[in-house]
Nanobody, 120 residues
Framework: HVQLVESGGGSVQAGGSLRLSCAASRSIFSIDAMGWYRQAPGKLREFVALTTSNGEATYADSVKGRFTITISRDNINCTTYLQMNELKPEDTAVYYC????????????WGQGTQVFVSS
């Protein structure tokens, strides 16, 4: 059973930075993309950023220019990183790592989530 293991969440003051990481617990074939969603208290889960396996990235408008997603892979491991700068209180949420394989329309793997809290 494959798991996505997230790390890097925590608390930071507004204007600060955090870096999230997500790695698959074992090798996964046919990775098309990895990315991040988030869910704030009382709100629906929303898209944050996604990168294809060759590094093409897309972002939600709310994080463009502040967040950067990257992907690193070798023959065995695949890890995605989300560098979050200029954090705002409205970025406070549980952040979920996702993985989409080449035949999937939507991500088939989801992580357990990591909490990010931004204080004003």
């Amino acid at each position: 059973h494959v798991q996505l293991v997230e790390s890097g969440g925590g608390s930071v003051q507004a204007g600060g930075s955090l870096r999230l990481s997500c790695a698959a617990s074992r090798s996964i074939f046919s990775i098309d993309a990895m990315g991040w969603y988030r869910q704030a208290p009382g709100k629906l889960r929303e898209f944050v950023a996604l990168t294809t396996s060759n590094g093409e990235a897309t972002y939600a408008d709310s994080v463009k220019g502040r967040f950067t997603i990257t992907i690193s892979r070798d023959n065995i491991n695949c890890t995605t990183y989300l560098q979050m700068n200029e954090l705002k209180p409205e970025d406070t949420a549980v952040y979920y790592c996702v993985l989409r394989r080449t035949w999937e329309v939507a991500p088939g793997y989801w992580g357990q989530g990591t909490q990010v809290f931004v204080s004003s």
